[in-house]
């Protein structure tokens, strides 16, 4: 792969990351995964209102395997296989799993009727793309149901950093990746042909001791700078130190711990089919809107 010709994110430092996560984990370091378990119980809270039998499934960026795990107890006896972008989370699923990246979906056309994606897609190059895939690998009336961070997220840490960066160089490089805002989903998907599409939000507010230990929670997030046009040296001390001065300056809370916003946006969409409820026909409805409101009609200006 090519980390300079595919856009923003460098897919292969993704893997990578998620493999350091990963071993630090293994080795007794911090285990940050709360968004995703949370992320993971919305998505079955979800799926437990919907109507439907989903024989086959798809995770789409399977990290450990949290989200498949909650699937199979919520959906027995459907075949839920998952596919992580870095080999060694791959191995930590417990169920069918392949190495598989959401840019190049190694799915056979029409196999799949559900497709599930927690907090990974965010992180590919064309979103458009990645949606156009999952639409072709779903089965008519096969259901996307997808996870991403929002716009909002990490904002106080941005402005942080942008404004230490541009005090003290003059300048600030780019250290925070670009965002979907929850606006555009709604047009996504149905740019990638999906029909009923709903796109909503919800912003979840976590506090620390320090802007540090937020550091450390990005890290064991697997959730720390991926751009290609990432600065290749660490952040200079002098910005850093300031950086965390005016995080702790602008945000910090009464009792001294600062909060840190993430915005996960969840998104569904159906493939087409003729069973879906479609929108009447203007013209075609069979009683009057005055008769159900219990008024008169009348003509407006007359």
């Known amino acids: 792969m090519n980390e300079t ?16 996560a990963l071993h630090e984990a293994a080795r007794g370091g911090r285990d940050a995964m709360f968004l995703l378990d949370r992320v993971a119980d919305d998505l079955v809270e979800r799926l437990a209102v919907v109507r ?5 499934v798809l ?15 919520a959906l027995p006896g459907a075949l ?8 060694p ?7 069918p799993a392949f190495v598989g990246d959401e840019e190049a979906l190694a799915v ?42 929002g716009g909002r997220t990490l904002a106080e840490l941005r402005e942080a950093l942008l404004a230490a960066e541009s005090e003290i160089t003059g300048g600030a490089a780019p250290r925070v990746a670009p965002v979907t805002d929850v606006r555009d989903l709604g047009a996504l998907l149905q740019r990638a042909g999906f029909a009923l599409p709903v796109a909503d939000s919800d ?23 991926v751009l290609v046009d990432r600065p290749r040296r660490p952040l200079r001390r002098d910005v850093l130190m300031r950086a965390l001065q005016l995080y702790a300056e602008r945000f910090a809370l009464p009792d001294g711990r600062v909060p840190a916003t993430f915005e996960i946006l969840t998104m569904t969409g159906w493939v087409p ?15 009057r809107l005055a008769e159900a409101l219990g008024t008169t009609e009348g003509k407006i200006g007359g």
Do not use: W
């Open 5 to 20: 010709s595919h856009g923003p994110f460098d897919r292969r430092l993704v893997s990578h990351r998620r493999a350091r």
């Open 52 to 56: 439907r039998t989903f024989a086959t």
């Open 59 to 73: 995770v789409s960026g399977a990290y450990t395997g949290l989200v498949g795990r909650r699937l199979r107890a």
């Open 80 to 87: 839920v296989v998952e596919a992580e972008l870095s080999e």
């Open 89 to 95: 989370m791959a191995r930590r699923c417990d169920g």
């Open 108 to 149: 056979r056309d029409g196999s799949l009727d559900l497709i599930v994606s927690a907090l990974s897609l965010q992180m590919v190059n064309d979103l458009p793309g990645a949606l156009a895939q999952m639409r072709r690998a779903l089965k008519p009336d096969g259901l996307l149901l997808a996870a991403l961070l």
């Open 203 to 225: 912003v979840v507010t976590v506090t620390y001791a320090s802007p540090l230990a937020l550091f450390a929670d990005l890290r064991a997030m697997a959730a720390t700078s």
């Open 273 to 287: 089919h003729e069973s879906q409820q479609k929108p009447l026909q203007p013209g075609s409805a069979t009683a």
